[in-house]
């Protein structure tokens, strides 16, 4: 699940609209599956997650649906406030102790279908270009928080903007605003 999730993440990223004509899904069990659902999955998978990177493409993921205005996923992002919080703050806490060179999908040196007639550096090199070309691999994403966290306080109003923080642990949005 948590490699469709990724994968999904970052489609969704690139084209926002993409699943909204398919939503509600009926389940095998008569049960819909839409937007709410989706968002909660995230939520809910979130600690199952391992790789630096993916943990970047989720809270991307998430981040992009703020400011709300509109869209299939609005309300529920709203909602999840407090859990999309407290997942770009462990996001954020992950990087800090394990660095950004964690942000590759697999270690380098364990690649052991290199050709050999091509070499481990050039390998390397085009991985490397690869890397750098990737926009979830080189955002800031404490600049991107910042960034969204101030749309969505102008997109809601002051008002609605209170409410909806406050749905947030004093003590996370503290730790938020920290690290940012």
Request: with cysteine; hydrophobic share 45%; net charge negative.
């Amino acid at each position: 699940v948590i490699y469709y999730l990724t994968s999904l993440a970052r489609m969704l990223i690139a084209t926002p609209t993409l699943l909204d004509s398919l939503f509600p899904v009926t389940t095998t069990n008569a049960n819909l599956f839409g937007p709410q659902e989706l968002i909660e999955l995230y939520f809910q998978k979130f600690d199952h997650v391992n790789q630096l990177l993916w943990k970047k493409v989720w809270c991307t993921f998430l981040l992009s649906l703020l400011p709300p205005v509109g869209g299939i996923y609005a309300q529920h992002i709203l909602k999840g406030m407090d859990q999309t919080v407290n997942i770009c703050v462990d996001y954020i806490n992950d990087e800090k102790f394990r660095g950004s060179d964690f942000l590759l999908a697999h270690n380098i040196d364990d690649q052991a279908d290199v050709a050999p007639e091509v070499g481990r550096e050039p390998y390397e090199a085009a991985l490397m270009k690869e890397i750098q070309s990737d926009s979830i691999c080189t955002s800031d994403i404490k600049a991107v928080v910042r960034i969204k966290m101030e749309a969505c306080a102008a997109a809601l109003g002051r008002e609605a903007h209170e409410e909806c923080m406050s749905s947030v642990e004093p003590v996370l949005l503290k730790q938020l605003q920290d690290l940012v």
